[in-house]
């Protein structure tokens, strides 16, 4: 069965620090991948999106994806974490119209 | 101007009552959703709705009923509320099943 998986349930970094965030899936071909991001009290925002074409995806906020065929990936990244950017995160893939996301990664950040 | 919006934003109620939650995009898209997010976080479509046509009904108890009035509007009807139904519920659009866009929630309380 198609599934998505973000193996880190929470990761915590000091704020300046570099992030990554990981996601592998699991589905015959080249899904639609996402990124969306859920603030405290808040809804989903997406981050980013891959279709197709190149595999370094740009994003708001200063996030950034790169899609990985050969290792089923679609990993998160950000060069310099803000207080701010604490939240939870969400791979997400869609499939005939359906989106089935991964089960979160919360992201703690330090002074 | 909210792209999708959801009323209420939050909702207590006793159990065995019936409620509504209403959805209304004004982002011209021809497909709705709703998603439910557990306690875990954890985030599973519902059903969707393409130009009031339903398409997706996931594993989902018949007491849980949603009505498209308009390309619009998706809203979902809740009979004989239970404790297992208190959750965040997303409401979500897009053109063409591809990238959707999520309103703020609606979060159950059910006591």
Same mark, same amino acid.
Not at chain 1, 13 to 33: D, F, I, K, M
Not at chain 1, 62 to 87: C, I, T, Y
Not at chain 2, 75 to 99: M, P, R, W
């Given at each position: 069965?198609?599934?998505?998986?973000?193996?880190?349930?929470?990761?915590?970094?000091?704020?300046?620090?570099? /992030?990554? $965030?990981?996601?592998?899936? *699991?589905?015959?071909?080249?899904?639609?991948?996402?990124?969306?991001?859920? *603030?405290?009290g808040?809804?989903?925002? /997406?981050?980013?999106?891959?279709?197709?074409?190149?595999?370094?995806?740009?994003?708001?906020?200063?996030?950034?994806?790169?899609?990985?065929?050969? &290792?089923?990936?679609?990993? $998160?990244?950000?060069?310099?974490?803000?207080?701010?950017?604490?939240?939870?995160?969400?791979?997400?893939?869609? /499939?005939?119209?359906? /989106?089935?996301?991964? &089960?979160?990664t919360? $992201?703690?950040?330090?002074? | 101007?909210? @792209?999708?919006?959801?009323?209420?934003?939050?909702?207590?109620?006793? %159990?065995?009552?019936?409620?509504? #939650?209403?959805c209304?995009?004004?982002?011209? =898209?021809?497909?709705?959703?709703?998603?439910?997010?557990?306690?875990?976080?954890?985030?599973? #479509? %519902?059903?969707?709705?393409?130009?009031?046509?339903? #398409? #997706?009904?996931?594993?989902?108890?018949?007491?849980?009923?949603?009505?498209?009035?308009?390309? @619009?509007?998706?809203?979902? =009807?809740?009979?004989?509320?239970?404790?297992?139904?208190? @959750?965040?519920? +997303?409401?979500?659009?897009?053109?063409?099943?591809?990238?959707?866009? +999520?309103?703020?929630?609606?979060?159950?309380?059910?006591?």
């Amino acid at each position: 069965a198609q599934s998505v998986t973000q193996p880190d349930i929470h990761i915590t970094v000091s704020e300046g620090a570099s /992030l990554e $965030l990981r996601c592998n899936y *699991s589905y015959g071909a080249t899904p639609y991948l996402f990124w969306y991001v859920q *603030s405290p009290g808040q809804g989903l925002q /997406l981050l980013l999106k891959y279709f197709s074409g190149d595999t370094l995806v740009q994003g708001i906020k200063g996030f950034e994806a790169e899609f990985k065929r050969s &290792q089923s990936s679609f990993n $998160l990244r950000k060069p310099s974490v803000h207080w701010s950017d604490a939240a939870e995160y969400f791979c997400a893939v869609s /499939l005939t119209g359906k /989106l089935i996301f991964g &089960q979160g990664t919360t $992201l703690q950040v330090k002074p | 101007d909210t @792209a999708v919006s959801q009323t209420p934003k939050y909702l207590v109620t006793q %159990m065995g009552n019936d409620k509504s #939650i209403k959805c209304e995009q004004n982002l011209g =898209h021809d497909t709705m959703y709703w998603y439910k997010q557990d306690s875990k976080k954890f985030l599973k #479509i %519902m059903f969707s709705y393409n130009n009031k046509e339903l #398409i #997706i009904n996931e594993t989902v108890p018949n007491r849980f009923s949603p009505k498209s009035p308009d390309k @619009a509007h998706l809203n979902l =009807h809740i009979n004989s509320l239970e404790l297992g139904d208190s @959750a965040v519920y +997303f409401c979500a659009s897009s053109q063409d099943d591809k990238t959707q866009y +999520f309103g703020p929630g609606t979060r159950l309380l059910v006591l």
